[in-house]
């Protein structure tokens, strides 16, 4: 996710987008989408293993710590954000890409809008989830 955003896309969008260039971005995100999901499954796996581990009840939330709380949440925004990006803002910002920029409607610029910083926010709550889990593991 890191790599997409803070190398891959703003190298794409200083390309020009040329049809190569294009092809690039697209074949590479293709790519690491699995990444992204395998590592999405794996921290939905092994969250409730660990939390079971620190001797905490799995399914008593009102006896965990607020860091626990804080974490699922951000990870619940975190499988929000990619899937509705994965599922609807990727194909939709391909055809808008495919219109005339002139031809283009006000809710197609939105999406392109949100085509550049969605997948930001996924990153910035990937990051927060890291750090969450860094500060429960030391608590």
């Not at 260039?21 to 790519?31: D, M, N, W």
């Amino acid at each position: 996710m890191v790599f997409l955003s803070l190398v891959l896309a703003p190298a794409y969008r200083s390309a020009s987008r040329t049809p190569d260039a294009t092809g690039l971005f697209r074949v590479s995100a293709k790519r690491f989408r699995a990444v992204v999901w395998t590592a999405i499954a794996v921290l939905l796996l092994t969250g409730p293993l660990l939390v079971i581990d620190r001797g905490w009840a799995l399914f008593e939330p009102t006896r965990w710590p607020s860091l626990l709380v804080l974490k699922i949440f951000l990870v619940a925004m975190l499988v929000l954000t990619v899937a509705l990006h994965d599922v609807f803002l990727g194909p939709r910002t391909k055809r808008v890409l495919e219109i005339l920029s002139d031809r283009r409607t006000a809710s197609d610029r939105a999406v392109l809008a949100s085509a550049t910083w969605l997948p930001r926010l996924a990153v910035m709550l990937a990051l927060a989830v890291v750090l969450v889990g860094v500060l429960l593991a030391r608590s």
